[in-house]
T-cell receptor
Framework: AQKITQTQPGMFVQEKEAVTLDCTYD???????LFWYKQPSSGEMIFLIY??????QNATEGRYSLNFQKARKSANLVISASQLGDSAMYFC?????????????FGTGTRLQVFP | GAVVSQHPSRVICKSGTSVKIECRSL??????MFWYRQFPKKSLMLMAT?????????EQGVEKDKFLINHASLTLSTLTVTSAHPEDSSFYIC????????????FGPGTRLTVT
């Protein structure tokens, strides 16, 4: 079974609009972490946001927010006020366990394209 | 802070030769580093977990004799692709987790390997 599922292979959004990228996960652990990374065409993985399984508040980092719905096992990324520079691949990832030495499992990614 | 470098960024080698890729944490110590492989337009696939001073832990299906990992210091891990073949051509990315850190995992810029 897929641990991390991203059902949107591609998304389009107009500049200055908000967009939601979907991510669902599957784990039986109580302690886990959820991550979103951005990968532009240059290839580097850019950390965007983190949500711990025990965090009650949704994580926010600037224009990025994570809509964490624990019962539904979803961790959608919301990008507000999209910019042309947001065009990239976006990966959702999960770490089972809370230690930073535990491995990350990545979803298949969503390609976001922002148009003027 | 928290910069991870990889060298080389691009390498072309002939079939049958070996190539070494370095992953360095520049401003922090990393007891654990991870090596990923990414095929074009695909997700990151974890190859192995590299622990300083001990043997790497390989994921199922990854040939440990082909992909040699050495984590000789707290700031350097190397991946050697031995007897490379064209099917080994890929984008290899490392990540490092700060010793004693929380959830952080910082990625290197990646190495594009082409085997001719």
């Amino acid at each position: 079974a897929q641990k991390i599922t991203q059902t949107q292979p591609g998304m389009f959004v107009q500049e200055k609009e908000a967009v939601t990228l979907d991510c669902t996960y599957d784990t039986s652990d109580q302690s886990y972490g959820l991550f979103w990374y951005k990968q532009p065409s240059s290839g580097e993985m850019i950390f965007l946001i983190y949500q711990g399984s025990y965090d009650e508040q949704n994580a926010t980092e600037g224009r990025y927010s994570l809509n964490f719905q624990k019962a539904r096992k979803s961790a959608n990324l919301v990008i507000s006020a999209s910019q042309l520079g947001d065009s990239a691949m976006y990966f959702c990832a999960m770490r089972e366990g809370m230690g930073n030495t535990d491995k990350l499992i990545f979803g298949t990614g969503t390609r976001l394209q922002v148009f003027p | 802070g928290a910069v991870v470098s990889q060298h080389p960024s691009r390498v072309i080698c002939k079939s049958g030769t070996s190539v070494k890729i370095e992953c360095r944490s520049l401003d922090f110590q990393a007891t654990t580093m991870f090596w990923y492989r990414q095929f074009p337009k695909k997700s990151l696939m974890l190859m192995a977990t590299s622990n300083e001073g001990s043997k790497a832990t390989y994921e199922q299906g990854v040939e440990k004799d082909k992909f040699l990992i050495n984590h000789a210091s707290l700031t350097l891990s190397t991946l050697t692709v031995t007897s490379a073949h064209p099917e080994d051509s890929s984008f290899y990315i490392c990540s490092a987790t700060p010793t004693g850190g929380f959830y952080e995992q910082y990625f290197g810029p990646g190495t594009r390997l082409t085997v001719t």
